[in-house]
Nanobody
């Protein structure tokens, strides 16, 4: 089993910044992807960004490109999502997820492990 613990959510004004963290523990894999999803009230869970752990390559959905940045700390098995220039439409519960393999899947059903989520609220 893999345990994922997110932190860093909160309330921020539009244009502000937050940094989310996702710490992984438990079983480890040599090849996996860590991703961030978000879900706003009444909407489906959507893919935000992902990092292929072995290579460090990243992927972002178009609406967050240039504003959100992924980074990782290998020693801590932690991935960070730096979110700048936040907009009210970024308001959602943000989830960290892990899937085995190297495919940067966008479908949440492709992911094996999930964190509990952290709330991000951006006021206008």
């Amino acid at each position: 089993q893999v345990q994922l613990v997110e932190s860093g959510g909160g309330l921020v004004q539009a244009g502000g910044s937050l940094r989310l963290s996702c710490a992984a523990s438990g079983r480890t894999f040599s090849n996996y992807v860590m991703a961030w999803f978000r879900q706003a009230p009444g909407k489906e869970r959507e893919y935000v960004a992902a990092i292929r752990w072995s290579s460090g390559s990243t992927y972002y959905r178009d609406s967050v490109k240039g504003r959100f940045t992924l980074s990782r700390d290998n020693a801590k098995n932690t991935v960070y999502l730096q979110m700048n220039s936040l907009k009210p439409e970024d308001t959602a519960v943000y989830y960290c997820a892990v899937r085995r393999g190297s495919y940067l899947a966008e479908d949440p059903d492709e992911y094996d492990y999930w964190g509990q989520g952290t709330q991000v609220t951006v006021s206008s």
